[in-house]
């Protein structure tokens, strides 16, 4: 079974500073895809960066990076120049890389705060 | 483009209850999940549905049902209901065409049990 375990259930953040939230996960397959959703106090979710497992690259997507250790089955994400409304509940997913399968398993979270 | 819409946002439902959450997905996306969301056991996987189909399934028991329509809208359903299905219940829809699917997701339905 898949199982994701994010270890840092709250942090904080000054503004325009940047912060890593740290993610591992434990699988056996070779093909998966990573995902790290926030979800604002608002509840909505919504993607924030997606990861293959077999692209070495690491994803980028404007101010968020991760850094991926497939190895290690690692999957970090790097917050640069934080901002007061990146302040939200960030989960770190995993989902097989099979067809007809949208089974997404998810991290407890971890609470970011963005402070002034 | 309209996002995931469900309704209804919030209901209050009492013990042997039971409730109907309705979820549409953004046109074009056949693949319908459902999760549940609660403090102390965080987001887990429902179940799935494409065309009109279960597909997935979660470990949760058979009081939690759901079925997907024609055009792709989905209904999911939790009979006698228990206090502990108190919880955010949320849908999110999919295109489902390379395998492994950005997963969109609406606001949600937030049920509290009394």
């Known amino acids: 079974a898949q199982t994701v375990t994010q270890s840092q259930p709250e942090m904080s953040v000054q503004e325009a500073e940047t912060v890593t939230l740290s993610c591992t996960y434990d699988?056996?397959?070779?093909?998966?895809?990573l995902f790290w959703y926030k979800q604002p106090p608002s509840r909505q979710m919504i993607l924030v960066i997606r990861?293959?497992?077999?692209?070495?690259q690491n994803a980028t997507e404007n101010r968020f990076s991760v850094n991926f250790q497939k190895a290690a089955k690692s999957f970090s994400l790097k917050i640069s120049d934080s901002q007061l409304g990146d302040t939200a509940m960030y989960f770190c997913?995993?989902?097989?890389?099979?067809?007809?399968?949208?089974?997404?398993?998810f991290g407890a979270g971890t609470r970011l705060t963005v402070k002034p | 483009k309209a996002g995931v819409t469900q309704t209804p946002r919030y209901l209050i439902k009492t013990r042997g209850q039971q409730v109907t959450l309705s979820c549409s997905p953004i046109?074009?996306?056949?693949?319908v999940s459902w999760y549940q969301q609660t403090p102390g056991q965080g987001l887990q996987f429902l179940f799935e549905y494409f065309s009109e189909t279960q597909r997935n399934k979660g470990n949760f028991p058979g009081r939690f049902s759901g079925r997907q329509f024609s055009n792709s809208r989905s209904e999911m359903n939790v009979s006698t209901l228990e206090l502990g299905d108190s919880a955010l219940y949320l849908c999110?829809?999919?295109?489902?065409?390379?395998?492994?699917?950005?997963?969109?997701f609406g606001a949600g339905s937030r049920l509290t049990v009394l």
């Open positions: 997913a995993f989902m097989k890389h099979r067809y007809n399968n949208n089974d997404m398993r």
């Open positions: 999110a829809s999919s295109l489902d065409w390379d395998g492994a699917n950005v997963l969109t």
């Open positions: 699988t056996s397959e070779s093909n998966y895809y």
């Open positions: 990861q293959e497992a077999y692209k070495q």
């Open positions: 046109s074009g996306h056949r693949s």
